[in-house]
């Protein structure tokens, strides 16, 4: 048997954020786990492929290309390679989702002056 255990723990870039880069695991998918605070995300950013949020607690609003989309608990959304897309948690608790990248490593472009209602 060839599997793999890692503990989340050691994922850990902040105490609210764990990043899974597959190439370091023999994994040909990313995802990060994460949790964030109301009001909080990150900002206008784009992948070369899909990415796809499972949200597992909370409610979070995307806006992807300029268009709002608001989600919670045992949704999943996916986004468009290339489209630009960020998001906020807009509940009055945690968000905690896991976004799935179909990639051995992340792969960013962040995009300073998007505006994120356009």
């Given at each position: 048997m060839n599997a793999t255990v890692v503990e989340?723990?050691?994922l850990a870039l902040s105490e609210r954020n764990w990043l899974f880069q597959g190439r370091d695991h023999g994994s040909s998918i990313t995802f990060f786990v994460n949790r964030h605070?109301?009001?909080d995300g990150p900002p206008a950013h784009r992948h070369p492929y899909d990415?796809?949020?499972?949200?597992?607690?909370g409610e979070v609003?995307?806006?992807?290309?300029?268009e709002?989309?608001?989600?919670?608990?045992?949704?999943?959304?996916?986004?468009p390679a290339s489209?630009?897309?960020?998001?906020v948690n807009s509940g009055p608790?945690?968000?905690?989702?896991?976004?799935?990248?179909?990639?051995?490593e992340m792969v960013v472009e962040w995009?300073?002056?998007?505006?994120p209602s356009a």
């Open positions: 989340l723990q050691d605070p109301p009001g990415e796809t949020f499972l949200v597992q607690e609003t995307f806006t992807v290309d300029g709002e989309l608001v989600a919670h608990a045992g949704q999943v959304i996916v986004v489209a630009v897309h960020s998001y608790g945690i968000l905690q989702k896991v976004d799935i990248q179909p990639s051995p995009v300073p002056d998007a505006d």
